[in-house]
C-alpha cells in the first residue's frame, strides 16, 4: 500500500463513469488541491458520454483544470449503464492508465447503487492496488448515501464554483429534479458539519487503506 504526503502531491487520476460524476462527487476537492498545487498534473477519464454530452464533458473539464498547467482529459464511449457486461473492454482500458502513475485515484463509491459507478470503482481497485484511493459519493433517488470516513474541508467559494459550473455546462441535465445549486452545497454542509470542517463545508471519501506517511 503506497501511502501520501498530500503536501507534495504531484499525479492525480480522477475517473468518472458519466460527463458530470467527477464535477459532482470531487470538483470541490480538485479546486481545494490546484489552488494549493499549481504544478498538479491532473488525468481525468470520463468512461461514458453519449452525444452532446461529450463535449459538456469536455468543456466543464477544461474549467475544472483551468489552474493545471499539465492536465490531460479523456472522453470515452463506453455504452451508458451497461458497464457490467463491458467489463472486460473496460479493464483493458485501466491498464493503459497504469503508465500515469498517480499518487491518488479518485472514483466511485463501491456501494454505490449505478451499476456503471461499481463497475469502475471495483476495476480502479483491481488495477491500482498499490494506490491512494478516496471513493467520492453522488447524491441521487436511490438513496445510497453511506457513512464516509475521509473528509476534506472546501471553502463555501469552491463549492459555489462547482455549482456554478456544474449548472453552465450541464445543460442536458437541468431538467432532472435533483439538479440543483441548492443540492451541491446540501451535501458538502452536512459533511462539513459531519467533520467540524473550519469552513463548514467538506466533500467525504470513503478510504478502505491509508498509510500514513
Avoid at 475544472?64 to 479523456?74: A, N, Q, T, Y
Avoid at 472522453?75 to 482500458?93: D, H, N, T, W
Wanted: aromatic fraction near 12%.
Amino acid at each position: 500500500m503506497q501511502s501520501l504526503d498530500f503536501r507534495a502531491l504531484k499525479r492525480v487520476l480522477c475517473v468518472g463513469a458519466h460527463s458530470d460524476d467527477i464535477e459532482i462527487g470531487c470538483g470541490g476537492t480538485l479546486l481545494k488541491l490546484l489552488e494549493e498545487h499549481r504544478r498538479l498534473e491532473i488525468l481525468w477519464v470520463v468512461f461514458s458520454a453519449e452525444g452532446s454530452r461529450a463535449a459538456e464533458a469536455r468543456r466543464s473539464a477544461k474549467d475544472f483544470l483551468r489552474r493545471s498547467p499539465r492536465s490531460r482529459v479523456l472522453v470515452e464511449q463506453f455504452r451508458g449503464s451497461f458497464f457490467p457486461s463491458q467489463s472486460e473492454a473496460i479493464k483493458e482500458f485501466f491498464e493503459t492508465l497504469k503508465s500515469f502513475q498517480p499518487e491518488v485515484v479518485f472514483t466511485h463509491y463501491r456501494d454505490d447503487r449505478h451499476q456503471d459507478h461499481r463497475v469502475l470503482s471495483d476495476l480502479a481497485w483491481n488495477t491500482f492496488r498499490n494506490h491512494v484511493i478516496l471513493e467520492y459519493e453522488i447524491p441521487k433517488y436511490d438513496g445510497d448515501i453511506g457513512q464516509p470516513n475521509f473528509f476534506v474541508p472546501v471553502s463555501e467559494a469552491h463549492l459555489r464554483r462547482k455549482s456554478a459550473l456544474l449548472l453552465k455546462h450541464f445543460k442536458t441535465q437541468r431538467g432532472r429534479h435533483w439538479f440543483t445549486d441548492d443540492l451541491f452545497l446540501a451535501l458538502p454542509r452536512l459533511r462539513g458539519m459531519e467533520s467540524a470542517s473550519p469552513t463548514r463545508y467538506a466533500e467525504a471519501f470513503y478510504a478502505r487503506k491509508l498509510v500514513w506517511s
